[in-house]
């Protein structure tokens, strides 16, 4: 699977932005979908996570209530909705597939990553 993230940005706190992961190579709806970041001179985290069909979601607590999970699976797209953005999400934004339906939030389990977009929040 070759994912491609976009739409990063630099944007205001309060603001939203929606980022885009299409996938191509394989059978996306086989995978589940997760995001994760990086912030600056820190760890790559998990931020949100899909099944294969959708019907469960799952969130780190610092994101859960802003941010949404969503996919297409007839566009190959998974997307995640950040609505009121802090500073503190500023970070490079990762895309990834996985097979499996269990431990969504760790990152050994995924199988395929994509680039990763920039997500700059200013205060």
């Known amino acids: 699977v070759q994912l491609q993230a976009s739409g990063g940005g630099l944007v205001q706190a309060g603001t939203s932005l929606r980022l885009s992961c299409v996938a191509s190579?394989?059978?996306?709806?086989?995978?589940?979908m997760g995001w994760f970041r990086q912030p600056p001179g820190k760890e790559r985290e998990f931020v949100a996570a899909?099944?294969?069909?959708?019907?469960?979601?799952y969130y780190a607590d610092s994101v859960k209530g802003r941010f949404t999970i969503s996919r297409d699976n007839a566009k190959n797209t998974v997307y995640l909705q950040m609505n009121s953005l802090k500073p503190e999400d500023t970070a490079v934004y990762y895309c990834?597939?996985?097979?499996?339906?269990?431990?969504?939030?760790?990152?050994?389990?995924?199988?395929?990553w994509g680039q990763g977009t920039q997500v700059t929040v200013s205060s």
């Open positions: 990834a597939a996985k097979s499996g339906y269990n431990n969504y939030h760790m990152m050994t389990g995924y199988n395929y």
């Open positions: 190579g394989r059978t996306f709806r086989n995978y589940g």
């Open positions: 899909i099944s294969w069909s959708g019907g469960s979601t």
